[in-house]
T-cell receptor, first 114, second 107 residues
Framework: NAGVMQNPRHLVRRRGQEARLRCSPM?????VYWYRQLPEEGLKFMVY????????ESGMPKERFSAEFPKEGPSILRIQQVVRGDSAAYFC????????????FGQGTRLTVV | KNEVEQSPQNLTAQEGEFITINCSYS?????LHWLQQHPGGGIVSLFM???GKKKHGRLIATINIQEKHSSLHITASHPRDSAVYIC?????????FGQGTRLTINP
């Protein structure tokens, strides 16, 4: 079991381009969370997904950001028309179920918008 | 007021000292996590607690559900323990993170 895999580890995008971040959860895990860590700040919740469902997206900016977790394949966090303020580390965590089980984190994707 | 408060925010100590990092929370939780993040690095889960105490090597984590408080202790601290330690509480739908404690252990 390779753990939670995020790719790419580093992503550079010009302003206005799209960024796609991928998260493959632990084998058998059906719950994925995305978090954002702005420079010198703490982790902030973005979105909680189960397979094919968005459970809680209260932390997602209303525009330009979307997330999905299809039946097959990784979870995708998509940022359209990136701006400099989107530069951050984006982490995903997977759980076997929604509460009271151990969280496993990916190494993060560091997005730099130039 | 934040739902999860950690103290201290920054801590510098000498190698060998006993370290305590505190976490208080104000919401109902199903579990509490202690995480470690090295500079520029990923996040490692150290402990998940729902009651009592857990020990792993030189690390000890305790939680008091009634008082809504948890502590992370490091015995015989070492420079390689230098990192940011993050407390996260798990409610029904999501993890809520503390701001982290930046620990520096000097040789």
């Amino acid at each position: 079991n390779a753990g939670v895999m995020q790719n790419p580890r580093h992503l550079v995008r010009r302003r206005g381009q799209e960024a796609r971040l991928r998260c493959s959860p632990m084998k058998g895990h059906s719950h994925v969370y995305w978090y954002r860590q702005l420079p010198e700040e703490g982790l902030k919740f973005m979105v909680y997904l189960q397979k094919e469902n968005i459970i809680d997206e209260s932390g997602m900016p209303k525009e330009r950001f979307s997330a999905e977790f299809p039946k097959e394949g990784p979870s995708i966090l998509r940022i359209q028309q990136v701006v400099r303020g989107d530069s951050a580390a984006y982490f995903c965590a997977s759980f076997a179920s929604g509460g009271g089980t151990e969280a496993f984190f990916g190494q993060g994707t560091r997005l730099t918008v130039v | 007021k934040n739902e999860v408060e950690q103290s201290p925010q920054n801590l510098t100590a000498q190698e060998g000292e006993f370290i305590t990092i505190n976490c208080s929370y104000s919401v109902g939780i199903s579990a509490l996590h202690w995480l470690q993040q090295h500079p520029g690095g990923g996040i490692v889960s150290l402990f998940m607690l729902s009651s009592g105490k857990k020990k792993h090597g030189r690390l000890i984590a305790t939680i008091n559900i009634q008082e809504k408080h948890s502590s992370l202790h490091i015995t015989a601290s070492h420079p390689r323990d230098s990192a940011v330690y993050i407390c996260a509480v798990q409610g029904a739908q999501k993890l809520v993170f503390g701001q982290g404690t930046r620990l520096t252990i000097n040789p």
